[in-house]
């Protein structure tokens, strides 16, 4: 295969820079999520802010450094209904188990 072909068939990846700000976006979100979790703000803001955050942190890790996001649009679509289904069937579980009462 030639050098043409091979570049005509890879995609682009991010720079190193990229990589380091998304580091740091997930670094302040983990950090909210420790001080959020030592706050008095109601176990329902709680929860939802916790859940909000892991879904955050889950969609950049996969569409940056498992490089979703320079892939073909299906894979992405996957994990995003994934994490979609993921989440409503947690809330269901919460409900079920009276976790908002």
Known sequence: MSEEQHESQSHAH???WE???IA???GVLTAAEVALSYMDVGRTIQIFGLL???IIKFMLVVLWFMHLKFDSP???KAFTFGVALTATVYGAV???FGVFQ
Do not use: D, F, S
């Open 52 to 54: 909000a955050m892991m």
């Open 19 to 21: 990589y380091i700000k």
């Open 74 to 76: 299906g894979y992405g």
């Open 24 to 26: 740091l976006i997930l």
């Open 14 to 16: 991010p720079e190193q």
């Open 94 to 96: 919460l409900i079920t």
